[in-house]
């Protein structure tokens, strides 16, 4: 009778290991791929859904959104849910609230001393700056990578282009202009395209003194 049970048991334990595996299985099958997701995302929320350099990372402008299998990234908030409505809800409540991410304003003063301290012009004050001041893109982004390891390129190109599209582009009396001529063959600029197809490519920040 032990033998019997013994092996009853065994055989319980296995069927169960079966099943779990069953359910996971059926779990990753019923699960879409990223591409998918990202996808059908994209209709519910609508335009601007613009994609990236790295195909998991979307910008729903001025939000930026992070596939990845276990969660999603909207901005720096963590979304667990794969539930393409619930995504698409949560991406749309971001858009209509305010934050750093998506404030010109704090972008502007963000980028504008990011661009001071790659030129060498941090501890000077406003009134000792030359009238025109320009720094690479690529420079202004490894300042703000150095003094935040989680800040992206894909982040960066956002903010950039949040900044083009705002008529907001003034800071301590200088105004940023974009510039992309020189620096496009080299690959040290960053680009985007925006809802109708058309390509922004940043590679030079320039602040002319008003």
Request: contains cysteine; aromatic residues 8%; charged residues 25%.
């Amino acid at each position: 009778m032990e033998s019997c049970g013994s092996a009853l048991n065994t055989a319980l334990s296995q069927a169960e290991l079966v099943r779990r595996a069953l359910e996971q299985a059926q779990q990753v099958l019923s699960t879409p791929s990223l591409e998918d997701l990202a996808r059908e995302v994209g209709e519910r929320v609508g335009q601007p859904w613009l994609p990236t350099e790295n195909p998991n990372i979307f910008v729903a402008f001025p939000v930026s959104v992070h596939f990845a299998r276990e969660r999603i990234r909207i901005d720096r908030k963590i979304f667990r849910s794969q539930r393409p409505s619930a995504i698409a809800e949560a991406i749309k409540r971001a858009r209509g609230g305010k934050s750093k991410e998506t404030d010109p304003q704090a972008v502007l003063q963000l980028i504008w001393k990011a661009a001071r301290i790659a030129a060498g012009y941090l501890r000077k004050c406003v009134e000792q700056l030359p009238n025109s001041i320009s720094v690479a893109a690529r420079d202004v982004f490894e300042v703000l990578h150095l003094n935040n390891s989680d800040y992206t390129e894909v982040e960066f190109t956002r903010h950039l282009y949040l900044l083009d599209r705002s008529p907001i582009n003034n800071v301590d009396g200088y105004r940023l202009i974009f510039s992309a001529s020189t620096g496009t063959r080299s690959g040290r600029c960053y680009r985007i395209r925006d809802e109708r197809g058309e390509e922004h490519i940043y590679y030079l920040l320039e602040f002319e003194r008003l």
